[in-house]
């Protein structure tokens, strides 16, 4: 594996990683907590589904799983930025050949890193679905797949962040 594929797997969660937050930004306590029919999942649930896939593998490195129990939504946010800072501080570190070294029942780190980014994006078309449902689409350039670049990622997690620390309490 090349730099380039390390760079271009981390880039790839990165992308994931804000659609994720962006997918929730805006929306109402109640709106996260609505089944749109019987028998879907809620945005809190994807949300704390996406959460615990990644709190595993972090996991398998830290020895230590932050999600034990069901949460409340702000709770799992708050528990999502702890994982996803810590993972990406991991994948950040860790040397270029260990990406294609077996760590967990023989996958790689590389195809770990896919399958999270993998995971997040087919679970944002529910949550943009969900939205819809809702009447909630997010207006504006941003609609389901933005941040492609570095500088784009910077701003819009930027924004998230500040719009979290104004809004979060209302999450609990």
Known sequence: MTSHGKE?????????DVNLLMSIKNLEKEEVTKQIQSGTNSIKKIFGHCARQMDKYLAKATK????????????????????SDEFFDLIKKTPEEDFIKPIDKG??????????AL?????????????????????????????LSESSRRKLKKEWLTWWEENKASYY
């Open 8 to 16: 271009q797997l981390i880039e790839i969660l990165e992308i994931a």
């Open 64 to 83: 230590k799983r932050m999600i034990e129990s069901e949460e409340t939504f702000g709770r799992y946010v708050e528990l999502y930025l702890k994982i």
């Open 107 to 116: 996958e790689k780190l590389g195809t770990i890193i896919q399958r999270i």
């Open 119 to 147: 995971h997040y994006m087919g679970h944002l078309g529910q949550i943009y679905f969900i939205r819809r449902s809702l009447g909630r689409e997010i207006a504006g350039s941003y609609s389901f797949v933005l941040a």
